[in-house]
């Protein structure tokens, strides 16, 4: 709060760490006070001129973000990862390294995707969705958990404040 009256632009540096709610927590207090998030592009990551791309979002090192491609606010699209073609990528999500988001692929809010993970053409995912590390996610997703496997299936119980249950 301090520094807010010497900067105006910020950039939030804190991961999913098993949830985004203190990455979220800080990106909505700081734009109360007027923040503003530049958007980050690595020098060795490529973005398409025909996709838009989020404030405060970042996209790391040899990232491909192709055209027609949506990716909303606060996110992070990590090292190596690869979204195709017209998919859309919600507010407060994380891509992990490695992993591919096909083309007309629908990414919800706050979704986490594992690294080396795919999901398949046309898959739409919820929001609120943990997707393990190494995941194949060959259906839509609708119903938020965590999941694991390949292809992905759902592996949490309790429906109820499920981001502070995953350890």
């Not at 530049?38 to 979002?57: F, N």
């Not at 398949?120 to 919820?126: D, R």
């Not at 759902?154 to 502070?164: A, F, H, I, L, T």
Request: charged share 20%.
């Amino acid at each position: 709060v301090n520094l807010m009256g010497q900067y105006k632009d910020f950039l939030i540096t804190i991961g999913f760490i098993k949830n985004p709610s203190r990455r979220i927590e800080k990106f909505e207090y700081l734009k109360t006070l007027g923040a503003m998030f530049p958007l980050i592009i690595s020098s060795l990551a490529h973005v398409s001129k025909s996709s838009s791309i989020g404030e405060g979002t970042i996209v790391m090192h040899q990232a491909i973000v192709s055209p027609g491609v949506c990716v909303g606010k606060n996110c992070i699209i990590n090292t190596l990862a690869l979204i195709e073609h017209d998919a859309k990528v919600g507010d407060h999500s994380q891509i992990s390294t490695g992993s591919i988001v096909n083309g007309d692929c629908r990414i919800g809010n706050r979704v986490f995707i594992g690294s080396n993970s795919v999901v398949v053409n046309n898959v739409h995912i919820g929001d609120d969705v943990v997707i393990g590390a190494g995941c194949v996610v060959t259906q839509s997703i609708g119903k938020r958990g965590i999941y694991v496997g390949n292809p992905a299936r759902r592996v949490n119980k309790d429906d109820k404040n499920w981001v502070g249950k995953i350890n």
